[in-house]
């Protein structure tokens, strides 16, 4: 299994520049983040989806869009570069099922984007 | 609101040392999952304790123990005779019942360094 895998692992964009960073999981999870992490920041949710077709805000949307039409994508897209949205990105997913206990994330190893 | 503190940036040791991270969190729900993560340098993050808001029993696994104390809002986790393979940047993360999403509140991560 590949668990969940991000493409590409490094990218320098210029400011204004549009691109998408690919997420794919093999788990047949339901649930999908893209968090990023700034140094000393910690992690913080931009997107979630649980479930195909379906996708919500998370504390930092502002700059970014994304979609899932399969269950096993969900790709984030920045629409117009800015240096502010230098950081590190990673990409998670989760079970997600009946049971009402939080599963485990499973996360990707993360894309280092860069905008100069 | 919810919220995860790691008050310790930064913390170096000696190994064979034991060390202990500190995690405070703040929610207003009484069911809640409290996690543990760590991040090697090579920056995947990694699963390594899930625990409810109803068990406050401590756990031991090898060398890594946590003290979950609802009465100081605390995770603790404790490192014994630590190992230069410990060094990381270590992440508490706090998830609440109601949002049934399994989203992840990150506090901002310890750098623990562990010199031979």
């Known amino acids: 299994n590949a668990g969940v895998t991000q493409t590409p692992k490094f990218r320098i964009l210029k400011i204004g520049q549009s691109m998408t960073l690919q997420c794919a999981q093999d788990?047949?999870?339901?649930?999908m983040y893209w968090y990023r992490q700034d140094p000393g920041m910690g992690l913080k949710l931009i997107y979630y989806?649980?479930?195909?077709?379906?996708?919500d805000k998370g504390e930092v949307p502002n700059g970014y869009n994304v979609s899932r039409s399969t269950t096993e994508d969900f790709p984030l897209r920045l629409e117009l570069a800015a240096p502010s949205q230098t950081s590190v990105y990673f990409c998670?997913?989760?079970?997600?099922?009946?049971?009402?206990?939080?599963?485990?994330?499973?996360f990707g190893e993360g894309s280092r984007l860069t905008v100069l | 609101a919810q919220k995860v503190t790691q008050a310790q940036t930064e913390i170096s040791v000696v190994e064979k040392e034991d060390v202990t991270l500190d995690c405070v969190y703040e929610?207003?729900?009484?069911?809640?999952?409290l996690f543990w993560y760590k991040q090697p340098p090579s920056g995947e993050l990694v699963f390594l304790i899930r625990r409810n808001s109803f068990d406050e029993q401590n756990e031991i696994s090898g060398r890594y123990s946590w003290n979950f104390q609802k009465s100081t809002s605390s995770f603790n986790f404790t490192i014994t005779a630590s190992q230069v393979v410990d060094s990381a940047v270590y992440f508490c993360a706090l998830s609440e019942a109601r949002d049934n999403t399994d989203k992840l509140i990150f506090g901002t991560g310890t750098r623990l360094q562990v010199f031979p």
């Open positions: 989806s649980v479930g195909a077709g379906i996708t």
């Open positions: 998670a997913s989760s079970y997600g099922g009946t049971s009402i206990i939080p599963g485990e994330l499973f």
């Open positions: 788990m047949n999870h339901n649930y």
């Open positions: 929610t207003r729900d009484t069911t809640y999952y």
